[in-house]
């Protein structure tokens, strides 16, 4: 029987493996006109360390970000770091302001741990700290505007980082209690919850690269640690809102993923393989313990990691094992799946010599680009729409349909208003995203990345993701709408893809949309 079930399930894995590579880049799309549903939700994004400012002001403390970028203010292209960004802190009236320019449905951002418990723990909570977010969701609410609200977008307390920080098992705890502290104060108010954003990304960059802090580099060791952790975390705190929260107050908890496309860079078998398994241990190893049928990480990833190990002289396998409880925990543990989605890659397998141990050398692949993609200013951002629809497409199949939020999509550029790039990219990939829908992907609304130009981590301000520019020279902060943020406007109020719309004037005026009624909300 089980052999017939593992026959079964290989068929399925491949056919699906078949279909999405079928789907080629070409003849993917038509010319009929399809719109936004009514109960689409539109709105825009940005991150506490990336926009507040004010980083030791009124009670906070430091995060890992403000140690790493003090401690090496090299490592900031511009030299432009957080400690003031787009002084959100100060301006978040304006923020709101952009907000209701737009028109759009929602605002996601995030809090930072720090302004809220300054030693990482709930023994001294910080009262001006709540008081900004309480601030800015009234600000939000007065104007219909729909807090999404991001726990943790990267900025972890030093403290908590001193002793360990994802790497320890005991962050479980402490995320869990200082959620319990967000959501005592703010549950009443907010009603869409995102756990943790990337943490794809956390735990990759954190402890496999010196790119990020803690900068530790523990390679094939210290991200597998964490994906655990955070994961287990994640969890964690979905099960406190359901079991504490949901029945009063009728939120959502979800989770963010990068799921950025990836297809073999030819129909090689070789190149389908590896690009299979370098989405297995880059998304799998997210998403499976949480939407795939039998839980748990990829079985693929759990068999390489564990024979690396062993060839290494490693007494067990270097990714932890998820108990049965574990496994019964993540389980379903989330209302939606956050999507970040920016680019696509191709992927082929490599044969140069990795560092041992390391995720690298446990997965053996390397990355392109097709010539043909155009670039953002940031360099890993290349422009190929139909990857968002490949993208909800391979969820929906391999995770029978998930109800869906884009929570992040965005292009950088240069300084500058013109931003013809960014209005053209965020045209393309709606038009992706609407035939997504329409080829039955449970999206429920869709965030663009970002509301105003931030620091935009080590690229400091030299990459701008705004649909604002920020004047970071000037006194308050100068937020001035792009032509995208025109484009976006004018998209949210007509719920179609204009080809050749441009506006009138550059001026913005607050959006007609009416914000007296409620919208209507999905149901998530
Ligand atoms: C995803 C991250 O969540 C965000 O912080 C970052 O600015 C954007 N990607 C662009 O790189």
Same mark, same amino acid.
């Given at each position: 029987?089980?052999?017939?079930?593992?026959?079964?399930?290989?068929?399925?894995?491949?056919?699906?493996?078949?279909?999405?590579?079928?789907?080629?880049?070409?003849?993917?799309?038509?010319?009929?006109?399809?719109?936004?549903?009514?109960?689409?939700?539109?709105?825009?994004?940005?991150?506490?360390?990336?926009?507040?400012?004010?980083?030791?002001?009124?009670?906070?403390?430091?995060?890992?970000?403000?140690?790493?970028?003090?401690?090496?203010?090299?490592?900031?292209?511009?030299?432009?770091?957080?400690?003031?960004?787009?002084?959100?802190?100060?301006?978040?009236?304006?923020?709101?302001?952009?907000?209701?320019?737009?028109?759009?449905?929602?605002?996601?951002?995030?809090?930072?741990?720090?302004?809220?418990?300054?030693?990482?723990?709930?023994?001294?909570?910080?009262?001006?700290?709540?008081?900004?977010?309480?601030?800015?969701?009234?600000?939000?609410?007065?104007?219909?505007?729909?807090?999404?609200?991001?726990?943790?977008?990267?900025?972890?307390?030093?403290?908590?980082?001193?002793?360990?920080?994802?790497?320890?098992?005991?962050?479980?705890?402490?995320?869990?209690?200082?959620?319990? /502290? &967000?959501? *005592?104060?703010? @549950?009443?108010?907010? =009603?869409?919850?995102?756990?943790?954003?990337?943490?794809?990304? +956390?735990?990759?960059?954190?402890?496999?690269?010196?790119?990020?802090?803690?900068?530790?580099?523990?390679?094939?060791?210290?991200?597998?640690?964490?994906?655990?952790?955070?994961?287990?975390?994640?969890?964690?705190?979905?099960?406190?809102?359901?079991?504490?929260?949901?029945?009063?107050?009728?939120?959502?908890?979800?989770?963010?993923?990068?799921?950025?496309?990836?297809?073999?860079?030819?129909?090689?078998?070789?190149?389908?393989?590896?690009?299979?398994?370098?989405?297995?241990?880059?998304?799998?190893?997210?998403?499976?313990?949480?939407?795939?049928?039998?839980?748990?990480?990829?079985? /693929? &990833?759990? *068999?390489?990691? @564990?024979?690396?190990? =062993?060839?290494?002289?490693?007494?067990?396998?270097?990714?932890? +094992?998820?108990?049965?409880?574990?496994?019964?925990?993540?389980?379903?543990?989330?209302?939606?799946?956050?999507?970040?989605?920016?680019?696509?890659?191709?992927?082929?397998?490599?044969?140069?010599?990795?560092?041992?141990?390391?995720?690298?050398?446990?997965?053996?692949?390397?990355?392109?680009?097709?010539?043909?993609?155009?670039?953002?200013?940031?360099?890993?951002?290349?422009?190929?729409?139909?990857?968002?629809?490949?993208?909800?497409?391979?969820?929906?199949?391999?995770?029978?349909?998930?109800?869906?939020?884009?929570?992040?999509?965005?292009?950088?550029?240069?300084?500058?208003?013109?931003?013809?790039?960014?209005?053209?990219?965020?045209?393309?990939?709606?038009?992706?995203?609407?035939?997504?829908?329409?080829?039955?992907?449970?999206?429920?609304?869709?965030?663009?990345?970002?509301?105003?130009?931030?620091?935009?981590?080590?690229?400091?301000?030299?990459?701008?993701?705004?649909?604002?520019?920020?004047?970071?020279?000037?006194?308050?902060?100068?937020?001035?709408?792009?032509?995208?943020?025109?484009?976006?406007?004018?998209?949210?109020?007509?719920?179609?893809?204009?080809?050749?719309?441009?506006?009138?004037?550059?001026?913005?005026?607050?959006?007609?949309?009416?914000?007296?009624?409620?919208?209507?909300?999905?149901?998530?």
């Amino acid at each position: 029987m089980r052999n017939i079930q593992d026959c079964f399930c290989k068929m399925t894995y491949w056919l699906l493996i078949i279909f999405t590579s079928l789907l080629g880049t070409d003849g993917w799309s038509d010319n009929r006109q399809r719109k936004f549903k009514d109960d689409f939700l539109f709105g825009a994004a940005t991150s506490a360390y990336q926009v507040e400012g004010a980083w030791n002001i009124d009670g906070k403390s430091e995060s890992i970000w403000d140690r790493y970028f003090h401690e090496h203010p090299e490592v900031v292209v511009d030299g432009r770091n957080g400690d003031v960004g787009s002084d959100s802190y100060h301006q978040y009236k304006r923020d709101v302001e952009l907000l209701r320019e737009l028109g759009v449905d929602f605002y996601r951002f995030s809090m930072s741990w720090n302004r809220i418990l300054p030693t990482g723990f709930p023994n001294k909570i910080n009262e001006k700290g709540i008081q900004y977010y309480d601030n800015l969701i009234n600000e939000l609410l007065k104007y219909n505007i729909e807090p999404v609200v991001t726990l943790f977008h990267f900025d972890l307390p030093q403290t908590l980082q001193d002793l360990g920080g994802w790497a320890n098992p005991l962050c479980i705890e402490w995320f869990e209690e200082y959620a319990r /502290v &967000v959501f *005592d104060k703010y @549950a009443d108010k907010v =009603k869409y919850w995102i756990t943790v954003n990337q943490p794809n990304d +956390i735990c990759i960059e954190s402890y496999e690269s010196d790119r990020w802090p803690p900068a530790a580099e523990s390679k094939g060791i210290g991200p597998y640690l964490c994906i655990k952790n955070v994961m287990l975390a994640h969890a964690n705190v979905y099960r406190l809102y359901v079991n504490e929260y949901k029945n009063k107050y009728k939120g959502s908890v979800g989770i963010s993923l990068a799921v950025n496309w990836l297809e073999p860079l030819n129909n090689k078998t070789e190149n389908v393989e590896a690009v299979e398994l370098y989405r297995e241990f880059t998304l799998g190893l997210f998403i499976n313990p949480i939407w795939s049928k039998e839980g748990d990480f990829p079985q /693929v &990833v759990k *068999d390489i990691v @564990a024979k690396r190990s =062993k060839e290494q002289g490693f007494t067990k396998s270097r990714l932890p +094992i998820l108990s049965k409880q574990e496994i019964k925990l993540l389980k379903g543990s989330s209302d939606f799946l956050g999507i970040n989605h920016y680019t696509t890659s191709l992927v082929s397998p490599s044969s140069d010599e990795f560092p041992s141990p390391s995720i690298a050398d446990d997965v053996r692949v390397q990355l392109s680009k097709r010539s043909e993609w155009k670039i953002a200013k940031s360099p890993w951002l290349a422009s190929a729409p139909y990857g968002i629809y490949k993208a909800c497409i391979h969820i929906n199949l391999k995770y029978d349909y998930p109800p869906v939020f884009i929570t992040e999509h965005g292009w950088s550029t240069d300084v500058g208003l013109q931003d013809e790039d960014r209005a053209y990219n965020l045209r393309e990939y709606m038009k992706a995203i609407l035939l997504a829908i329409e080829d039955g992907t449970n999206l429920k609304g869709y965030t663009a990345w970002s509301l105003i130009d931030n620091v935009e981590w080590s690229a400091g301000t030299s990459e701008r993701f705004g649909l604002y520019e920020v004047d970071f020279d000037s006194d308050d902060k100068t937020r001035t709408p792009r032509l995208s943020a025109h484009v976006y406007k004018r998209l949210i109020k007509t719920r179609v893809v204009e080809e050749n719309w441009k506006p009138k004037s550059m001026k913005m005026k607050i959006s007609d949309r009416k914000f007296k009624e409620p919208e209507p909300k999905a149901e998530l």
